[in-house]
């Protein structure tokens, strides 16, 4: 078997509107030689593999096919984004039951031909099947969920709205949850360094706090806003996957709001939920003791808890 990392092999489980949007970045970005299409769908597997080898004349070479487990030996990353989304009124914790023997099927047939991938979950309630997929792992490291890699994407983006800047240079982060409990991170959000509290947009535009609760409150409810008029959210969520690919594939130790499984970090014994997380070519390499005002680390640690009901309901 390959070490970790030395194949710039791709898997994706699940290959439905998230897991192709996630393909279609990825072969844009000529990060990885091969990838690997999985679903039990196999015609709707096999039809993404046809549409996207099509356009490989217009985009870096690689290898894309339709495959089973068996094609995954060397895979450096395996990105799971196989069940079921959101119907409108639903939360993600809404799926739970469902998805969590989605995932129960999928993570042990991955493990069967490859011990070292880095497996990436999307699939929703993210966190409580991240926790779900380490414990069937047995790695807390090698398991990565996608956490609020999303909703701190929205919330830069929306921030960099309001102010007039450009959303990567606004540093904030959305922490816990992904889902209806997460926490924004105000007391560290921050332009060039500038606290919110502080910073003047080149509109003219300074501290609000009821625009700023706003902004917190568009990017939690974004998912069902997209769901509400075009039934799902996929294009951020697969550049955000193409993310967290490419910190692996390339050992980039990049910092990212990935969930991870939690073990005393802010008084959380055990849950997965996300932190600003350092990830590299064999998954997690740190999670980031950032600093939080006592309000946010009670939220985060509501988060948790509401987490944790969640997944006892399981086992
Ligand atoms: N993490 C995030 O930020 C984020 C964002 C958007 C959506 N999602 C989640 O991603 C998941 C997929 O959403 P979607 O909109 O692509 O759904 P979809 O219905 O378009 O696709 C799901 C695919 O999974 C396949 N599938 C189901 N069970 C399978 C199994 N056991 N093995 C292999 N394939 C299987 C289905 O055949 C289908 O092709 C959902 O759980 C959704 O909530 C996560």
Known sequence: MAEAGTARRVGIV????VGASFAYALMQRGLADDLVLIDTDTARAEGEAMDLNHGL?????MRIRAGTYADLSDAAAVVVCAGRN?????SRLDLLRHNAAVVSE???HVQLGNRSAVIVIAT???DVLTHLAATLVGSDGRVIGSGTILDTARFRYLLGEHYGVDPRSVHAYVVGEHGDSEVPLWSSAAVGGVKLERFVGPNGR???QAALDGIFEATRMAAYEIIRRKRASYYAIGLGLVAIVAAILRDQHTLLTVSTRLRGVYGVEDMALSLPTIVGRRGVERVLDVPMSPAEADAFRRSADL??????SIT
């Open 57 to 61: 004349a217009f985009a870096s070479p």
């Open 86 to 90: 959101q119907r409108v009124g639903e």
């Open 307 to 312: 987490l944790s009901e969640h997944r006892r």
């Open 206 to 208: 300074g501290y609000d």
């Open 106 to 108: 999928v993570v042990p």
């Open 124 to 126: 929703n309630p993210v």
């Open 14 to 17: 699940g290959v439905g509107v």
